[in-house]
């Protein structure tokens, strides 16, 4: 095995047993082929072996062979490379793949063995990756909709990437003239994880347009973001620090699959003999591992939640002391205005504070005004003063300082969960008062991971169910130690931070654009304007994402785009939305360009070429130059693939903390950017947000991002469970849809990644959708039988599954296949683009329909 300085890995006769190998590696090892004799580039193995001693790097390959290429002639020891290539799609993996080439092809790809074997997570889809990069759907040169034939109806002109280029800027130009910058807009998505997501953002920067925000299941996300300065995604108690957890709580979400990055370690909690406790209305895998499965009905996990917290206060089982010092529960809140009690208000002397960095919006969340006067507490006899001066600080009570009456911030917590008796928890969430009290003391057994995302918050009353999930540990005091906190689908991934120059998205032609989101752009495009100014949508500039495949409310997406002249869209193949567009750029798969990764582990990682890019197809960060430098914005936009990756990872913590470069990543490919121990939420590892204390209490909850709507401030402040927006028991809609119609993550595609590898289709070869046998009877549907799936917005075909573990009512269908697999119609038409607006999101779980079998036409 050896590496060039700035070559290939290069894997040969590996032994990792020499070496001290695991027995999963060994096992690994024997099940599949190891390559032999590949030629040596550079260092000798006993060199590699000390040049990787600082990363401890790559241990052994094992994969799946390429079948179609021809076989070496007899005798004939093929000539074979093997380099490192991240899978980063959104499935939270980020798994380093040997990627294997031959005669200048990929034929083989498998995993790359880590010195903690615990990190190798390579699934199904990681050794197929030879089928994505010869895959028929490749989108192989730029190309044209044949002019006055539809959108979506399949004639194309061929393009020189000259003539594409100029085309767009043209039409950019002429649209920024005559309706302003922010008529040209920019979507992205989750279908690719490396530094070129974030380089577009510079080009769309310096052009003043409208981004259209990823934020479209993003609901927890954001509320852990606001309420403990950290998000799922990037900060966090290392995801190793699972396995300390005595108890886990997995809470709508469906882990094994959804959290595939994170399953391992859940499942070595529970072999280190911790408990494994499922909060979910299905009977999902993890619930069939738990120790206990509390089968709560849909929808109603903030009632669960706030029932919990009330459990614990009228027991006296909170944890005052966690409360007392690392959460803004102390703090007074003004009953006249719902704002925190300052000291000037107080009539107490004190400086303005400087505001904090936060954790929200990377880093950026930096309070740069003249700062704000400190927030008041008071003793126990009730005497108020800066909370630094306070030893100990009164947690509850409500008080009248300088005339104004105020409770403590925990107070006003209390008061909002005291509805939440066992009788009207048990009613609402349909567990019995017995259950919720086990859940309640189950909590506090800890060390306790709560592990959750991309579930409860997929129905439209998420925002308030988010907000009570991430008050649990704070009350029970189950962050900020070993085992316990708050983990999901990322967690760990403090890389994320240490390894991104987030300044590379600005440049000195910065102009600040407008922010919205897809699910604003049917509301825009009719209004012709966003937040009280004038917005005339022209073009979307679509990357590193399929929205009319993956996102909600397609139907009335599509509407909306008729009102768009034109649609651009860069991807590796046909998806949904390439087909639908105007213009397409093809880009290279994964692994035809150097890039690195820095999420989701505790490493960067680098991506080798392991092949040139197929057909015409140019990476990400040329079509960047290429567009910037054809709209004029010049030299800052004049780098290459790796001139933009140099200026991305020239970040102070790489540089400085960790001597980090884009040339020492090239030599290294691996190289850990953490600690071993992070625990985060504590005197020691502060939360990162305004106050340095964990947010329970939102003084000002203003919309994210149409921020001309009025919330009401005071349901807000606090957490709340409120009734979905469609799949409500009282809907008079329940009478024509009756079925709860529910998707779920799907082990052989992410999102609409991998959707058409044959090898995967072998396994799954078309859409489902999983139907109680109570209801199936009910509308005589059978097992195999195919299944029409309807509302007003839409219908999808699907061959049905009877699953007697479903709720009946509920139904389940993978998240989500591309248009032209469904028999007829698409899932996504199915659901809405419905949402509350303070963190608003998908709500795909959201979605009422009516059922009937359906014959396929001979
Ligand atoms: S799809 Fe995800 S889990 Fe599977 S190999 Fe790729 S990164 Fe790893």
Redesign the pocket.
Known sequence: MQVGPTGPLVFACCKRSERGGTMQEEKLQKSSAVLKDAPRRGLTRRSFLKATAATAGAAAVAGVALDTLPAAAEGQKPQEEVYQGI???N?????R?AVTVREGKVVKTGPILNEDPMEN??????YTHTQRIYAPERIQYPARRVEGTPRGGGEWERLSWDDAIKYICDHWKEYQKEFGDSSIAYSYGAGTYAQNYYVYMRLFNSLGATKIAQENDMTMLNYSWKMLGMSLYMVGNSRKDQVNAHTTFIWGCNASIGT??RWKYLMASRDNGGKLVVIDPTYTVAAQKADFWAPIKPGTDAALAMAMIRYWHENGKDDKQYLATMTVAPFLVRQDTGKFLRSDEAGIAAEREAGVATGGGFGLGMDQGEGKFPLVAVDEQGNPGLLKEIAAPAIEGEFVINGIPVKTAYTMLLDRCDEWTLPAASAKCELSEDVITQLAEMYLDGPTMLHTGFGIDHRGNGDGASHALCTLPLVSGQIGKKGAGVSGNLAGATTGFAGDNWMTVVTSKMKPGATTNMTYIPQIVEEQQWCGQPMHLKSIFFYCGNPLGSYSGTTALRKAFESIDLLVTADTVWSDTAKYSDVVLPVPHWFEYETYRTCPNDYLDFNDAAIEPQFESKPDCDIIRLLGLGMDLGPEFDYDNAGFHAMFLDSDVARDQYGVTWVTLKQQKHIKMAPDEFIYGNQFIPFATETGRAEFYFENPVPEFDKSRQLDQELYALPFQSDPLETYDTNPLLEKYPINLMTHRDKFK?HTA?AKCPWLLEIQPEPTVELNPIDAEKYGIAENDYVRCYNDRGFCVFKAHLDPSLRPGTAWTEHTWLDDQYKAGHYADLTSLACTHFFPTNTPFDTLVAIEKYELEA
């Open positions: 899978c980063r799609g499935c939270g993996g980020g798994c793949i997570l390579i699934c199904a889809r990681g595939f990055n992410v991998f």
